[in-house]
């Protein structure tokens, strides 16, 4: 059962079970059954509309609300900023939306006359619930227009018993329901894309667009999810307004051109901190819906100062020719690889790497390499 009861809830070891709380003495292993270690446990789920919060009563029962806690906030802690700052600012919020330095927290109470711990805070407590919002996902976004659109669905209905919804989360009295969802589209070095979806998120879903989309945009971004109070739109001055990076797991943005048929692309990473050697594969990616055979399959590393484009702008340090061709049925992908390129790294520069192939038509996509291999949220 996911929910603890709401009624006759006597027993903290009906928390202790649920939670997992344990200790090891003697070589034994033994629940926690101490009220302030299960009301401060790292495995709360903070998502779960009841739980320990600083609230000052010691019992809750002549307040319905009591979940909201004092700040409203509803036990969860997480930073709000006032200003968009800059990428290379460390504490502000570009900054710590790109590094993904704010991790959402569950303010557990701290056991004082205005925090009390209580048993009763774990009544209706449910341990799986899950993240008010989630991205809708897609394997590659299509340019239409110069533009390109990413959608984002409430994963929580408003008013969930049990399960905190957007709804239900406030800041200075505004509820997040009425913020903005935007994303931030970063690729190596400091180049990014900015926006928020132009309705609230409301009780529904919210889609934000990214505009003026050229060539030179195409190939792999990583978005940071966050969400405003104020909209604005890709190519705008950004707003005063009240900013928070919001716990969505970074997207995987995979620009494709307007008219894209078939695609080459490569993913490559740093193999150390050294830099001085490249791990990537190479994919083709056939948006026919007949067979096609690639011939002089190359991998090219280039290398810009600054944040110059790698298109226009890049050396080339090294190329790997592939000895074979590659068939890639209709509507289909072929990914080759992994290979290994030696690079000599020179500081005040930024490296790409791009696909290239002489067949007709074919679209070339540059990626950054990467220091480490990214964690992106899983397709849904």
């Known amino acids: 059962m996911a929910l603890l009861p709401t009624t006759n809830l006597r027993q903290i070891y009906h928390v202790a079970c649920r939670l997992g709380e344990t200790f090891e003495s003697g070589g034994r292993t033994y629940l926690h059954t101490s009220l302030a270690k299960l009301c401060t446990s790292g495995r709360i789920n903070m998502w779960s509309r009841k739980k320990p919060v600083r609230f000052k009563a010691d019992n809750t029962d002549i307040y319905p609300e009591w979940w909201r806690a004092t700040d409203g906030k509803c036990g969860i802690d997480f930073p709000t900023y006032t200003s968009i700052g800059s990428l290379d600012n460390p504490g502000s919020f570009l900054y710590n939306l790109r590094a993904q330095t704010d991790k959402w927290t569950h303010a557990a109470p701290r056991g004082t006359s205005v925090e009390p711990y209580r048993l009763g805070d774990f009544r209706g407590y449910k341990h799986d619930a899950i993240p008010a919002v989630e991205a809708l996902e897609q394997e590659y976004y299509d340019v239409s227009n110069n533009r390109i659109q990413i959608d984002f669905d409430l994963a929580v ?31 190596s070095g400091g180049t990014y894309m900015i926006g928020t979806s132009d309705t609230p998120m409301g009780t529904g879903s919210a889609s934000m667009v990214i505009d003026g989309i050229t060539d030179s945009r195409a190939g792999l971004w990583t978005g940071y999810v966050f969400m405003s109070r104020v909209a604005f739109g890709t190519g705008d001055p950004v707003p005063e307004s009240v900013f928070l990076c919001f716990p969505v797991a970074p997207l995987r943005v995979n620009i494709r051109p307007q008219g894209t048929v078939v695609q080459i692309y490569c993913i490559g990473n740093w193999t150390d901190s050294a830099r001085n050697r490249v791990e990537y ?47 890639v049925p209709g509507n289909d992908r072929v990914t080759i690889g992994p290979f290994t390129q030696a690079i000599t790294y020179a500081e005040g520069y ?12 074919i679209r070339t996509s540059f990626t950054p390499i990467e220091d480490i291999q990214a964690t992106y949220m899983r397709s849904r």
């Open 157 to 187: 209905p408003s008013g969930d018993p049990d399960n905190l919804s957007l709804s239900d989360l406030s800041v200075n009295g505004v509820s997040l329901s009425d913020y903005y969802i935007g994303a931030m589209l970063y690729r």
């Open 350 to 361: 930024t490296y790409w790497i791009a696909g290239r192939s002489s067949y007709a038509g």
């Open 281 to 327: 594969t190479i994919t083709i990616d056939n948006g026919n819906g007949l067979a096609v055979r690639i011939d002089d399959i190359q991998a090219i590393f280039v290398r810009v100062r600054g944040n110059g484009d790698p298109e226009s702008d890049g050396e080339t340090v090294a190329t790997y020719t592939h000895p074979s061709s590659v068939t």
